[in-house]
Structure formats: structure tokens, C-alpha cells
Nanobody, 124 residues
Framework: QVQLVESGGGLVQAGGSLRLSCAAS????????MGWFRQAPGKEREFVAA????????HYANSVKGRFTISRDNAKNMVYLQMNSLEPEDTAVYYC?????????????????WGQGTQVTVSS
């Protein structure tokens, strides 16, 4: 079993920054790619960013490219999402997820464990 716990969400003004953290416990972490997804009210869950098992490859949604950075620390079983230049459109619940595989993929169906989510609210 794998447990994922997100933290770091909150309320921030447009243009501000937040850093989300995801703590993983349980089964192997360093052998799996990880991803961040988000879901805004009334919308479907969407891909934000993913990172390969080693951290050497990253993949971003076009909407966050250049503003968000995903990283991981395999020694600490942690994944991070640094979010800069936040926009009101970034308001959503952000979820950390573990992929059943090593590559950074965008499809939600590739991920088998999910955290409970952390709320990010960006005010205009």
C-alpha cells in the first residue's frame, strides 16, 4: 500500500508563489514516476506536471509551462511542485499521484495511487 499526503496549499494573490509538497510512504517510491493533477470546481481533473522515477525527465501541461516546476527527493520520499506567477485560473484542488511505471506521463489512468488533495486559491 502507498500513502500520499499533500501539503502547502493556501490562499495567494495573483502573481504570487506557492510550493506544494507530497510525502510518500509505503511501497517503493524511487522506482515510480510521480505526477501532479488538479481539479477546479465544475471541471474534470487535469494533468499539471509529471516527473520520471529518477527525476531526469519532466513533463508539463502547456498552461503551466514556464511557471511551475516539479521536482523530487528520492532520499526523503518527497515530490514538490513550485508554482510561480500564479493566476486565478490556477485555483483548484491539487493532487499528487504515483504512476505504475517509470516515465513521466500525462494520462491520469496511468496513476494508481492518489493523495487526498490540497486546495490552492488564487485571488485576483
Amino acid at each position: 500500500q502507498v500513502q500520499l499526503v499533500e501539503s502547502g496549499g493556501g490562499l495567494v494573490q495573483a502573481g504570487g508563489s506557492l510550493r506544494l509538497s507530497c510525502a510518500a510512504s509505503g511501497r517503493t517510491f524511487s522506482g515510480n514516476a510521480m505526477g501532479w493533477f488538479r481539479q477546479a470546481p465544475g471541471k474534470e481533473r487535469e494533468f499539471v506536471a509529471a516527473i520520471s522515477f529518477s527525476g531526469g525527465v519532466t513533463h508539463y501541461a502547456n498552461s503551466v509551462k514556464g511557471r511551475f516546476t516539479i521536482s523530487r527527493d528520492n532520499a526523503k520520499n518527497m515530490v514538490y511542485l513550485q508554482m510561480n506567477s500564479l493566476e486565478p485560473e490556477d485555483t483548484a484542488v491539487y493532487y499528487c499521484a504515483r504512476r505504475h511505471g517509470i516515465g513521466a506521463e500525462a494520462a491520469a489512468r496511468e496513476y494508481d495511487y492518489w493523495g487526498q488533495g490540497t486546495q490552492v486559491t488564487v485571488s485576483s
